[in-house]
C-alpha cells in the first residue's frame, strides 16, 4: 500500500501539538505552529515516505517553524506564572475543576516547564512528550545523539529542581458533608 502523507500527518498532528506546546507553552501559537507544519507537510513536493523518517521530518519543520516565529519576532517568548495560568484558563474543561493530585502534578509539570530555556524545553518536548528515541531527537535537532542525552539530563535535573522550587504542595480535599 503507498505511503499516504495526509493520513501520517493526521495521524501525528496531536503529537505535534505538544511538542509546539512544549516549545512555547501557548496554546494559540502551538496551534498556529502545529497548523503551519501540517499545511507545510502535504505541500512540499518531497516528503519521506518511510514512517519513521516521515515522522523526524514533519517535527523539523515544526522546529523550524518555531525558529522563524521567534526570528520573527525578534524575542524569545518565555511566559511567566500569570501568562501560563491565563493560557491553561483558556483551555479548561466547563463546569467546576476538581483539583486532584494528579490535575496539581501536571500544573506544576506546566508551570516548571515554562520555566526552562528554550533547549531544554525543546528537548523535554522530543523525547518525554513526542516520545522520540535519543536517535530521533539528534536527527530532527541535527546534533550528536550524546548531545540530546547531555542535554536531556541538564534539562531533566532543571525541571526538577523548577518543581522543587515551586514550592507547590497539594492540599488534601475535604470530604463532602452527608445532608
Not at 536517535?135 to 542535554?151: N, Y
Request: hydrophobic share 50%.
Amino acid at each position: 500500500m503507498p505511503f499516504d502523507r495526509r493520513q501520517a500527518v493526521q495521524e501525528l498532528a496531536a503529537r505535534l501539538y505538544g511538542y509546539a506546546m512544549s516549545l512555547c507553552a501557548d496554546p494559540t501559537l502551538a496551534e498556529d505552529l502545529a497548523q503551519e507544519t501540517v499545511t507545510r507537510a502535504i505541500a512540499a513536493r518531497r516528503a519521506p515516505t518511510d514512517d519513521a523518517a516521515f515522522r523526524a521530518w514533519a517535527f523539523r519543520i515544526l522546529r523550524n517553524a518555531w525558529i522563524d516565529h521567534m526570528r520573527r519576532e525578534g524575542r524569545l517568548v518565555i511566559l511567566d506564572g500569570d501568562d501560563m495560568a491565563d493560557a491553561i484558563d483558556n483551555h479548561r474543561i466547563d463546569g467546576p475543576a476538581i483539583f486532584d493530585d494528579s490535575l496539581v502534578n501536571a500544573l506544576t509539570v506546566r508551570f516548571a516547564l515554562a520555566r526552562l530555556k528554550p533547549a531544554h524545553r525543546e528537548i523535554i518536548g522530543l523525547v518525554d512528550v513526542a516520545g522520540f528515541s535519543y536517535a530521533e531527537a539528534a536527527d530532527i535537532l541535527v546534533i550528536p545523539v550524546g548531545t540530546v542525552m547531555s542535554r536531556l539530563s541538564s534539562a531533566r535535573a532543571g525541571l526538577a529542581k523548577a518543581i522543587v522550587d515551586a514550592n507547590i504542595v497539594p492540599m488534601p480535599l475535604r470530604a463532602r458533608r452527608k445532608s
